[in-house]
């Protein structure tokens, strides 16, 4: 059996670590940086562990693609696979603390107004306007999707003191201590009234496509704050620049987008109060990140070649 | 007796508060903007409540001045205060829950490289380069001045999973469990060197003059990160920008600085890796401190008008 490994930042005890665990099994394993580049005699290789998007979508031999990503919807069409029957797992698990941490930052940033006071500064002016800071302390925060990410959110939210930290998803189940309390998607509208924050961490399904509509953002007090860590579908990106530019919201932070790169004529680049980073939330430079990354894939690689199910597998009909 | 309060900033419930409690005790009340604008009969007030610093210099009579700053370095000098036995109360304890919010905040804006893609993006590019990230998670932090700013830090920070908090100060003794460990100033050199992330909460005093001087700025590693949210005093400048120009730190954040407003031909200006921020980290147009600021004050009230001892009480000759 093969195994071919793609990616630019494996540091070598990443690679060790692989190497170890296809040696056990008598797997052959070979490392490149991309589809490009495949070493001689992997072109079907029966698991890949990196973005192998076009092997899975041209062999009928690929057993086991596991994407270093959490959100898989780039992979959810049928033709993406030419074996059906092909595993798919994912990352979702080792984004959580870094996106985390990213929530906090921009939260912070949009609240106590940096993003003024550094675009002042750093144009080399001292700014003597001292604008209306917010904080995280004593906030009504609403986490729109309980997963690793939400939870990651939360427990760290939870040391500012907000007021309350109300988690939503499907089943209205999340046994995590972090939240305050958990609510199924039915009650989104009743709760988006009062609150102050909402962090949108949601995967790209059918049922989450535009869940933040121009309607339910008209719910949001004038003075709220959105964070979209998830994906760019989640929201109706021309709403919610109307309610920015017409101050119907205090900010906004979108880490992505419905269009990446986002289009050089969109018009969110002009909206006001809105912080945009180049889907860096959950890149994988963070150390962190990468080691859990490659953990999660080798845990899996143990359970696959000894035969037991794996743990990191996604439903391809859900979409998570 | 007369009491004189001066701010802009102060909200009806806390002039009712402040109204309540002189009304208990028979003091008559004014409250005006500033010095400039003081009301009739109160040019000689026998407490002031605000930036009161003239009255100070010139006044005979008036015998406690309350700040509503923590920092009270602009008022050791001994021309300060016409009256030697004027007492002086300050704010310290009002400010850790907003500076704690704006360490963290700079320091995730530093370690996660959003200085960098905010500059991009808020010029209209989407920045196709990924910058190598750092985290408050496995990061060792030290911080230095462990008062009540550093205090609210450690217990944010602490939800972070760094690898250690550890406190430095005078005494070498601080019981509160958001520290791994406290050390003495003595210590300073050598945790220097194993710290990823220094955050600087000290209050001005002879003591605390450049402490981070230039030989202590060489003893930091090279990815490390400092915050100052202290008083300018502490650092080095010269120093901390040739540390920071040629790459011996990898960023540092400074609300405070030896002039403010920093001079417009300062070279910190064009510092590289240096976020600047206005002297905004405890600003009071946060509800919280607005609110603690007045209720530590009218402690304070109580206490002097029924004679007892007053709380917040600074030691002149110490200088906090």
């Not at 992505?256 to 018009?267: A, N, Q």
């Given at each position: 059996m093969k195994l071919l490994v793609l990616s630019t930042v494996l540091k070598q005890r990443h690679i060790d670590k692989i190497r170890e665990t296809s040696d056990r099994y008598d797997l052959s394993v070979a490392f490149t940086d991309?589809?490009?580049n495949i070493p001689e005699?992997?072109?079907?290789?029966?698991i890949v562990y990196g973005f192998g998007t076009g092997i899975a979508r041209r062999?009928?031999?690929?057993k086991w693609l596991c994407v270093?990503?959490?959100?898989v919807d780039y992979l959810m069409?049928?033709?993406?696979?030419?074996?059906?029957d092909c595993i798919l797992t994912n990352?979702?698990?080792?984004y959580g603390v870094t996106i985390a941490e990213h929530i906090i930052a921009v939260s912070l940033m949009m609240m106590r107004r940096l993003t003024y006071h550094f675009e002042e500064t750093s144009q080399g002016t001292w700014g003597e306007e001292r604008y209306l800071q917010r904080s995280l302390k004593d906030s009504r925060i609403t986490v729109l999707g309980t997963g690793d990410i939400g939870i990651e959110f939360a427990r760290r939210a939870r040391a500012f003191e907000p007021l309350s930290i109300k988690g939503i998803n499907r089943?209205?189940?999340?046994?995590?201590?972090?939240?305050d309390s958990i609510d199924k998607i039915d009650s989104i509208d009743e709760i988006l009234m009062s609150t102050d924050l909402l962090v949108m961490s949601l995967p790209s399904t059918p049922e989450t496509v535009?869940?933040?509509?121009r309607r339910r953002i008209g719910?949001?007090?004038?003075d709220a704050f959105v964070v979209n860590?998830?994906?760019?579908?989640?929201?109706d990106e021309e709403a919610l620049a109307d309610a920015l530019d017409e101050g119907h919201i205090a900010g906004a932070a979108l880490d992505?987008?419905?269009?990446?790169?986002?289009?050089?004529?969109?018009?969110l680049w002009n909206t006001k109060n809105l912080l945009i980073t180049?889907?860096?939330?959950?890149?994988?430079?963070l150390e962190h990140t990468l080691d859990k990354n490659v953990d999660m894939f080798v845990e899996d690689l143990d359970n696959y070649m000894s035969g037991r199910p794996l743990?990191?597998?996604?439903d391809r009909k859900r979409g998570y």
């Open positions: 991309s589809e490009v005699g992997f072109e079907d290789p029966d062999s009928r031999d690929l270093p990503s959490a959100g069409s049928p033709e993406c696979f030419m074996n059906e990352s979702s698990g080792s089943s209205g189940i999340c046994d995590d201590p972090a939240f535009d869940i933040l509509d719910l949001l007090p004038d860590v998830g994906r760019g579908s989640a929201i992505v987008f419905k269009t990446e790169p986002l289009p050089s004529d969109s018009r180049p889907h860096v939330a959950g890149n994988l430079t743990r990191y597998i996604v």
